[in-house]
């Protein structure tokens, strides 16, 4: 049987290395005994944007990008997504098994009493423009928050870091709520206890005069659904960041913020909003084609295409067309559609993408629904976070708890100069850098 070794021979040297693999991986560390010399650093990898780099060990989430595959702690996303609530996938991502009834309940009264906001939230809040963007007050918010529960700095205590974990799960999409209200001017409406998470949330966004907040079922089912497949995603941009900040044992909650600060960017979670802008501006789905070509000369990306992961039909984008359908019984069709359909179809049968692999992601759908649903497209984001609030919690919990992790702290590549003479400020030339 052959051995898990690959034998390096450095060919600069002639000397020869086995370094053992584990896990389909190399040690970066193993590469260090590689030196043509004793002051020799010894050999590094480099691999900007971390293209095929493993930074962790995790069981939380698997994906298996060319063939579509999507499962969280083992479970399909297309189960969990038709036979879940989102709290019950929450709580399956963070501890790790599918609840019974009675731990589903506790769970959820736990969650649902930590829904309410610290009052001086509202003051946070106040200090924003009326057209703030969401997601600045929701990143700024979550991070104030970190002065609100000074207790969270204790992260290695175990039961401290899960009412923190329950408190940002439950404050959440208050959060999001209040900064919704924010932007219209509508007076803050409080959590209803009585409520599920979804239809609070909505109750939170929604309710005008009325004594009592009437979810309608298919659009909180829909929510719950869009919350599922947000949750979780192994190690993207925003669970890198949650990972790097919250290996400098920060506190939960400014950790999360840097998760978000990430998710916001238009490549990430950002592109939901993205895509509509693109749909608005392409208008029409006679004008599709003029689009693509646009874009095939360089000119402009297909927002809400195309994946670092997924080489193939991104599982969660067929979960909502699907669930698109339900919503538009309600809410009525969404035009938009139209062009996004048309947009796919050209696009698949295009060698420019085909190549490329390029297919529909997350994104490219979502926002065409949460628009139908009633929300603005500045808010799109905000919904990617409240439900990957999740998913950053267990992968930060998982990092806590790993022994192998310590400070995150990358090398690099040094091109700069080499030691030189001080230059007196009598000595300078003129301008030696471009004026600004
Ligand atoms: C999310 O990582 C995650 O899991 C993220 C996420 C999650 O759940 O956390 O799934 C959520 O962020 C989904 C992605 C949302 N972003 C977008 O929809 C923005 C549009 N997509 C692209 O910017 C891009 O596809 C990325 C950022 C998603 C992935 O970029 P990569 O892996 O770095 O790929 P690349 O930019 O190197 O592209 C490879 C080629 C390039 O062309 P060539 O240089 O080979 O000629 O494909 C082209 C790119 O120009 N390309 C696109 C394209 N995406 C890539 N061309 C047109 N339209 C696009 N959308």
């Known amino acids: 049987m052959a051995e898990n070794t690959l034998t390096i021979t450095d060919n600069r040297t002639g000397q020869m290395y086995t370094v053992p693999v584990e896990n389909g991986t190399i040690r970066a560390m193993s590469l ?81 009493h930590h829904t309410m906001l610290h009052e001086a939230t509202k003051k946070f809040m106040e200090g924003f423009r009326y057209d703030s963007h969401p997601m600045g007050m929701f990143v700024s918010t979550v991070a104030a928050l970190s002065s609100v529960y000074p207790e969270a700095r204790d992260i290695h205590d175990a039961e401290n870091r899960m009412h923190q974990i ?29 409520l599920s ?54 506190d939960p ?41 646009k874009v095939k000369d360089g000119h402009g990306k297909l927002m809400g295409f195309g994946h670092r992961i997924y080489k193939n039909y991104d599982p969660r984008a067929k979960i909502i067309k699907w ?49 139908a649903m009633g929300f603005p497209p500045a808010m799109f984001t905000v919904l990617f976070a409240i439900a990957r609030t999740v998913g950053w919690l267990a992968q930060w919990q998982e990092l806590v708890n790993d022994p192998e992790q310590k400070i995150a702290r990358p090398r690099q590549i040094y091109t700069g100069y ?3 003479e001080f230059i007196p400020m009598e000595k300078r030339a003129a301008a030696s850098v471009p004026a600004r």
């Not at 189960?79 to 019974?100: D, H, I, K, M, S």
């Not at 208050?174 to 509508?186: D, M, P, W």
């Not at 895509?275 to 789905?285: A, N, S």
């Open 32 to 112: 260090r005994q590689i030196k043509t010399g004793p002051d020799d650093f010894g050999l590094m990898t480099y691999d900007p944007a971390f293209m095929n780099t493993a930074s962790c060990r995790s069981s939380i989430t698997y994906i298996d990008g060319d063939k579509g595959i999507l499962r969280y702690r083992g479970y399909p996303i297309e189960v969990l997504a038709e036979r879940c609530t989102f709290l019950e996938v929450a709580y399956l991502l963070l501890f790790g098994e599918l609840p019974n009834q009675g731990e589903l309940k506790t769970w959820v009264y736990d969650i649902t």
């Open 166 to 194: 329950v408190r940002l799960i439950g404050k959440v999409p208050s959060i999001a709520a209040l900064s919704y209200r924010h932007n219209v001017g509508f007076p803050y409406v409080y959590p209803d206890n009585d």
């Open 197 to 250: 998470y979804t239809e609070n949330f909505m109750n939170m966004l929604w309710r005008m005069v009325e004594p009592k907040y009437v979810a309608n079922p298919v659009l909180s089912r829909a929510l719950d659904i869009l919350f599922i497949l947000h949750a979780d995603h192994e190690q993207n941009c925003g669970t890198n960041a949650m990972r790097s900040v919250g290996s400098a044992q920060t």
């Open 253 to 293: 909650y400014l950790s999360l913020a840097s998760a978000a600060s990430a998710l916001a960017g238009p490549l990430h979670g950002g592109a939901n909003e993205e895509v509509l802008k693109m749909l608005d501006e392409i208008g029409t789905k006679d004008n599709v084609p003029a689009f693509i070509k």
């Open 323 to 371: 669930s698109s359908e339900q919503v538009f019984e309600v809410t009525g069709r969404n035009p938009k559609l139209d062009i996004a359909l048309e947009l796919e179809r050209i696009a698949l049968e295009d060698d420019y993408f085909n190549k490329r692999k390029l297919y529909p992601n997350v994104d490219f759908y979502s926002g065409i629904m949460y628009q």
């Open 418 to 420: 080499d030691q030189r």
